[in-house]
């Protein structure tokens, strides 16, 4: 069965320093992949999907992810981190049907 | 200005209550979905519809029911028999299935039975 695994509920950092997500997921053919971010009391937000080519992709606000198919991951990533990305951070798998499966999501607190 | 909107933001029920929750899109999206989320869960899929007048249950369907009457409007239900109806509630479409193609959610409706 299709899984999802973020495997961080909680992560700190300092604004300025450089951000990783993880996400880990089963899946037996390729998926797609996708983060989006969800501040308090509002809807999810996409930030960058992966559905084939080139495995390092480019989102909004400037994260980036890598797709590997060995470690089956596709971890968020982000140089310098903002006081504005404190927020919650969910990976999600689709399939080309109608069913996503999503992370139970990683909270970010920025420290300034 | 293309989008899906939820509403009302805040519900308040009395317990032993039907509730219904409004999601309407104007994407022209096929597919629509109502996710339920909790604190430390994630999202967990409660309908969904693949086209008008169709739609499947997901893994948490117990305690709710859906109507898929027009393309634009997915409204949820949320009826006595949920025990634990108290929730942040999402509605997201996708264009539709077989492409590549990421789903789109609205604010979300805050739901307090008590």
């Known amino acids: 069965a299709q899984s999802v695994t973020q495997p961080d509920i909680h992560i700190t950092v300092s604004e300025g320093a450089s951000l990783e997500l993880r996400c880990n997921y089963s899946y037996g053919a390729t998926p797609y992949l996708f983060w989006y971010v969800q501040s308090p009391g509002q809807g999810l937000q996409l930030l960058l999907k992966?559905?084939?080519?080139?495995?390092l992709v480019q989102g909004i606000k400037g994260f980036e992810a890598e797709f590997k198919r060995s470690q089956s991951s596709f971890n968020l990533r982000k140089p310098s981190v903002h006081w504005s990305d404190a927020a919650e951070y969910f990976c999600?798998?689709?399939?080309?049907?109608?069913?996503?499966?999503f992370g139970t999501g990683t909270r970010l607190k920025v420290l300034a | 200005d293309g989008g899906i909107t939820q509403s009302p933001k805040y519900l308040f029920r009395k317990e032993g209550q039907n509730v219904t929750l409004s999601c309407e899109q104007n994407?022209?999206?096929?597919?629509m979905y109502w996710y339920r989320q909790d604190p430390g869960q994630g999202l967990r899929l409660i309908y969904y519809?693949?086209?008008?007048?169709?739609?499947q249950k997901g893994d948490i369907a117990e305690g709710y029911s859906v109507s898929r009457e027009k393309k634009e409007s997915f409204p949820l239900t949320v009826t006595s028999a949920q025990k634990n109806p108290t929730a942040f509630y999402l509605c997201?479409?996708?264009?539709?299935?077989?492409?590549?193609?990421?789903?789109?959610f609205g604010p979300g409706t805050r739901l307090t039975v008590t």
């Open positions: 997201a479409t996708l264009r539709s299935a077989g492409g590549p193609y990421e789903q789109y």
């Open positions: 519809s693949q086209i008008v007048n169709d739609f």
């Open positions: 994407l022209n999206h096929d597919a």
């Open positions: 992966y559905f084939s080519g080139d495995t």
């Open positions: 999600a798998v689709g399939s080309g049907t109608y069913k996503y499966i």
